[in-house]
């Protein structure tokens, strides 16, 4: 099928099985209500919009008329795929609003962009998932499947920003329990200190300074803390200064109380992720989706956090929320290859159960404890969610 208006020629795809993803799917990941347009580079109207997404058969060069295409999509907030063969595979460039990803998968035709493939780019799209997302869903649907795609290898492979070359991947980093239980993210050492003893099993330490000597002393007070857990046993994350953590692991010796290092998406190319491997520390990373779990998943971190699954005030979030419906996708997809599964962003004591209901062992919680009018009841009411 396509469609035509006086300024373009949309692109073929098939339209009853886009109809049918959008009518098995829409209740469960949400549909935007204004549909998505998309075309052939060539046959794309002058005037776009964020709803428009551009399919081109090459990667565009950075000179002459080519370059001006990507500056138009870019002006107009709309999207540019661009794919290449290269052997027997598929190299896809996505450009739009939320930034550049470059992927590899197998090429299973001939046709860069088949009817199917539109069409579940148009219906991922429809669905709420950003444009490199539904890109991975596209290479990753399997013709004539019914289910939402989960075999993770038929999802792409990340070339940019890849966190490793996929042809030489790193050796794993140190292994943590799938069962990581209750998870408590606080912002001060105090708080870790106010948390070891009522056994929170795992523990998090969020604390925000520009001043590097406060840092230091936070990290170290709250890894003294953890240390002196021996009957609670609490695992101690530093989120972010992986660099203190690893100076203080090594000056206090294997027992330093510093389990792991937490990174959120935006830290992970600044990290040395090869130190943080040598080290021994155990390495926790936040996802907000298909593409990033892809691209963490090549370096095999000791656990993945999936979210944010509600809406949170804690931190200014990179994407919407993602719903129960994307969470348990993200669960099905990741947790036969990585079984050590977090799931993040605004989980409390009310909807904890529906959490781990998906089948994770896993949940972090902030305000459910640090805003508790009786914190040990808290803790104990949410550990009991998780011997259930």
Same mark, same amino acid.
């Given at each position: 099928?396509?469609?035509?208006?006086? !300024?373009?020629?949309?692109?073929?795809?098939?339209? !009853?099985?886009?109809?049918?993803?959008?009518?098995?799917?829409?209740?469960?990941?949400?549909?935007?209500?204004?549909?998505?347009?998309?075309?052939?580079?060539?046959?794309?109207?002058?005037?776009?919009?964020?709803?428009?997404?551009?399919?081109?058969?090459?990667?565009?060069?950075?000179?002459? /008329?080519?370059? +001006?295409?990507?500056?138009?999509?870019?002006?107009?907030?709309?999207?540019?795929?661009?794919?290449?063969?290269?052997?027997? *595979?598929?190299?896809?460039?996505?450009?739009?609003?939320?930034?550049?990803?470059?992927? +590899?998968?197998?090429?299973?035709?001939?046709?860069?962009?088949?009817?199917?493939?539109?069409?579940?780019?148009?219906?991922?799209?429809?669905?709420?998932?950003?444009?490199?997302?539904?890109?991975?869903?596209? %290479?990753?649907?399997?013709?004539?499947?019914?289910?939402?795609?989960?075999?993770?290898?038929?999802?792409? %492979?990340?070339?940019?920003?890849?966190?490793?070359?996929?042809?030489?991947? /790193?050796?794993?980093?140190?292994?943590?329990?799938?069962?990581?239980?209750?998870?408590?993210?606080?912002?001060?050492?105090?708080?870790?200190?106010?948390?070891?003893?009522?056994?929170?099993?795992?523990?998090?330490?969020?604390?925000?300074?520009?001043?590097?000597?406060?840092?230091?002393?936070?990290?170290? *007070?709250?890894?003294?803390?953890?240390?002196?857990?021996? &009957?609670?046993?609490?695992?101690?994350?530093?989120?972010?200064?992986?660099?203190?953590?690893?100076?203080?692991?090594?000056?206090?010796?294997?027992?330093? @109380?510093?389990?792991?290092?937490?990174?959120?998406?935006?830290?992970? $190319?600044?990290? $040395?992720?090869?130190?943080?491997?040598? #080290? &021994?520390?155990?390495?926790?990373?936040?996802?907000? &989706?298909?593409?990033?779990?892809?691209?963490?998943?090549?370096?095999?971190?000791?656990?993945?956090?999936?979210?944010?699954?509600?809406?949170? !005030?804690?931190?200014?979030? =990179?994407?919407?929320?993602? &719903?129960?419906? %994307?969470?348990?996708?993200?669960?099905?997809?990741?947790?036969?290859?990585? =079984?050590?599964?977090? @799931?993040?962003?605004?989980?409390?004591?009310?909807?904890?159960?529906?959490?781990?209901?998906?089948?994770?062992?896993?949940?972090?919680?902030?305000?459910?404890?640090?805003?508790? #009018?009786?914190?040990?009841?808290?803790?104990?009411?949410?550990?009991?969610?998780?011997?259930?």
């Amino acid at each position: 099928m396509t469609q035509q208006d006086s !300024t373009g020629v949309a692109a073929i795809f098939d339209a !009853t099985l886009h109809e049918a993803l959008l009518s098995r799917f829409g209740a469960t990941f949400g549909r935007d209500d204004t549909p998505w347009r998309v075309w052939p580079a060539a046959d794309a109207p002058a005037a776009l919009g964020s709803h428009d997404i551009l399919l081109a058969e090459d990667e565009p060069s950075e000179d002459g /008329p080519a370059e +001006e295409a990507i500056a138009r999509v870019a002006l107009a907030g709309a999207t540019l795929i661009a794919t290449e063969r290269e052997g027997g *595979r598929w190299i896809d460039t996505v450009r739009s609003p939320m930034g550049t990803w470059v992927f +590899e998968s197998q090429a299973d035709s001939d046709a860069p962009h088949s009817p199917a493939f539109v069409a579940v780019l148009l219906a991922a799209r429809a669905l709420h998932f950003p444009a490199h997302d539904a890109l991975c869903l596209a %290479r990753a649907w399997r013709a004539g499947e019914p289910e939402w795609p989960s075999a993770f290898q038929r999802f792409p %492979r990340v070339r940019h920003a890849a966190l490793a070359a996929p042809e030489q991947l /790193p050796p794993p980093f140190a292994p943590c329990p799938a069962d990581l239980g209750l998870y408590a993210v606080v912002p001060t050492a105090e708080w870790i200190e106010r948390l070891v003893p009522l056994g929170v099993p795992t523990v998090q330490l969020r604390f925000k300074s520009p001043d590097g000597e406060a840092v230091r002393a936070e990290v170290e *007070r709250a890894a003294r803390a953890a240390r002196a857990s021996a &009957g609670a046993s609490s695992r101690l994350f530093i989120n972010d200064h992986w660099r203190v953590a690893i100076e203080l692991h090594r000056r206090l010796g294997g027992d330093s @109380g510093i389990y792991g290092i937490h990174l959120g998406q935006e830290d992970l $190319d600044d990290a $040395d992720l090869d130190a943080i491997r040598a #080290s &021994g520390l155990r390495l926790g990373v936040s996802t907000h &989706g298909y593409a990033e779990m892809l691209r963490v998943a090549a370096i095999s971190p000791s656990y993945l956090a999936l979210g944010a699954i509600f809406p949170t !005030t804690t931190k200014v979030m =990179p994407t919407a929320p993602q &719903g129960m419906g %994307r969470f348990q996708a993200y669960v099905k997809l990741m947790q036969p290859v990585m =079984p050590a599964l977090v @799931g993040i962003g605004g989980v409390n004591e009310g909807n904890l159960p529906e959490v781990l209901d998906v089948g994770v062992r896993s949940a972090a919680v902030v305000r459910a404890i640090t805003e508790a #009018s009786d914190v040990p009841a808290a803790v104990a009411r949410l550990k009991a969610m998780f011997e259930r």
